[in-house]
Each structure stands twice: as C-alpha cells, then as structure tokens.
C-alpha cells in the first residue's frame, strides 16, 4: 500500500513584545502608511533577549507536538530550518532534542535557504516517512530576524518579525502531503543575501545584516511563484479550483495577493499573518498554517498548497489533503 506523510499537529510561539509601524517611525525615515501600503505589514513580534530560535522554537515543538498527541521519545526525526540559529554548531535540532530527552534520531538545522527553508525540511522529512525509515517527524521554522536586520536600514528593517512554527507530519496510509517540489538558482544570489561567514574574516559591519534588492526580488518571486504553481498542479493532475486554502510565505502582501490571483483564490482563502507578523522567514508558513488551523479556518479534507521563496534563490511548494 501506498505511504504518506500527513500533518498531524502545528504549533507556534511568538515573542510578547509588539513593535508597530509607528514605533519604527521613531527609528527610520519611514512613515506607517509607506509600509502599509507597500507591505501589507502593521506590526511584528521582537524577541527579548533571552529568546533565541531554541527558546522559542522549543515552545512552538511541545505545542505541535500536544496538538499531534504524541510524546517527544516517538519522534524520528527533528528538522529545524533557521536562518537565525542558536550557535554554528550544535545544531538547534540537536539542542532541541536534548531538551527533550531524547537522543538517537538524526537532528539537523536548514541554516541558508532562508525563507525557502521550512519548505526544504518539510519536503525532507516528507521523503523519509514515504520510504518508511520513520513514523513521526518534527519539522519548524524558528528566527530572531530582529538580530541580523540592519535597525538603520529603512529598506529592511521594517519588513521582518521574530517566531517560531512547527509541524509533526506523520506516517499514514492515506493520502496526506501528496508532493513536494524544490528548486534554487544562484545565478540570483546577490538579490538577497546575509554576507557574514564565520569561516573567513569580517571585511565591513554591514556584512552582519541582510541586504536585499527588494524591487528586483519581488518580480522573482511573482514569476517564480507563478511557475511553481503550475508544476505543483500538474503534477497531481489538479486544477486551480481544486486548491481549499494557499498558505504562503508570508514576505509582502502584493505577492500574496498576485499569487492568490493567480490560483482564482479570494483572498479569504489564503492564510495571512503578514499584517501582524511581518516577514518571520522559516517560520511564516508555519505559523500562518497553524493559525487557521487552531482558528478553524482549515478544516480536515481540505486541500492546501504550500509555497515559499528567499535567498539563494531558494523555493519550494507542497501540496498537501489535510
Ligand atoms: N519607508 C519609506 N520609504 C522607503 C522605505 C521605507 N521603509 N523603504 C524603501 N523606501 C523608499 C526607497 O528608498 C525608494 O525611494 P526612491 O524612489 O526615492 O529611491 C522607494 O521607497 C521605492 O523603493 P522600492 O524598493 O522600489 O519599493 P517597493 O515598492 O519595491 O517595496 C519592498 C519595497 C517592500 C521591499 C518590496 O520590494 C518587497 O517586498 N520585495 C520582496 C521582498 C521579499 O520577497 N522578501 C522575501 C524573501 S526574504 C528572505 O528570504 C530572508
């Protein structure tokens, strides 16, 4: 009989502390209307200082994995995909998985597909439960993007968030996620980058931050998304109309909205956090999955398409029978 891998619990964790457009007007030369209307972002969360991609991803597990109904000893599998880790090495994952008690099963973190990078470990851990090697994975995002965004850099700064999402995908007989795609292009690589690298001197201090060529990264996206959309549907031999609910990356709401658009989608089917969140990286899908989950927007039987983009290039979908 054919195996799938199917979700069966998400969990999330956002910072307390609220940072508005109109605290960011005290900080940079920007104004709310100018990021509202170019973003679609209103406010994100900030981690204090004692919460790091471990911390908080460790809240988004445990709630994941309560919403799954099982115990951290059944997991074979911890995928954390983060561009904002706790150290170089240990892996968070690995962190992670000694804060829970357990060892033995692999644990690694997904540092550099960026935004792209909850779609990599998902699709990841996809394969493995499909082929058998395991029954339960734990797969999330976690990012202190507040740490590595230049705060004097208007054309950054005000786009990204801190949290953490988390899914438990399961081994099942029946269909659940039904593909994955993944693919990247470096010929790209300079739209969006981090330049920091710990295995060769620091030259310049901007070199700690995220440097983005918006404009040029957000027709990318659009065409790339638009592509990706299509590959994703043929390939199950699915129509636009078969599709419940997009659940995005959650970078810009014009994106959002061009994408929607091109799946006929009324916006009051996509899952959006963006006005509240911003752009959380690795975790926006996610978190965003599991709000309208918990809300009940999201309902069993529903079909959902997954999709996420960020530095590399680096994207990925999935297509998924909740
Ligand atoms: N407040 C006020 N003005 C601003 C701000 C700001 N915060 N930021 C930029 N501007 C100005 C620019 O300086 C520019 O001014 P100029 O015309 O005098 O030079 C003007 O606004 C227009 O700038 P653009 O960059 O062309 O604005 P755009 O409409 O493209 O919006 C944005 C910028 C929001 C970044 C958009 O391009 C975008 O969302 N791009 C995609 C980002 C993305 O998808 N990221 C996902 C991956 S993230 C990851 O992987 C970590």
Redesign the pocket.
Known sequence: MKKYSQILGTGSYLPEKILTNFDLEKI????NE??VE??GIRRRHIAEKHETALTMGEKAARNAMDAAGITPEEIGMIIVAT?TPEKMFPSTACLLQQRFGIAGCPAFDLNST???GFMYAFSIADQYIRQGAIKYALVMGSEV?SRIVDWSD??TC???GDGAGAVVLGASNKPGVLSTHLHADGTHKDV?SLDHSIGRPIDVEEELY?K?T??Q??KL?VNILGDLFDETLEANSMKKSDVDWLVP?Q??I??IQAMAKKLDLPLDRVAITLEDQG?T?SASIPLALDKAVRDGRIQHGNTLLLEG???GLAWGSALIKY
Request: proline letters at 0%; glycine letters at 8%.
């Open positions: 940079v030369d920007t104004t100018w990021i170019r973003t561009t960026a935004c792209a993007m208007r054309t005000v786009l990204f969006l995220i983005m918006g404009n990264l957000f996206a990356h970078a810009n014009r994106i752009n990286s983009f960020g530095g």
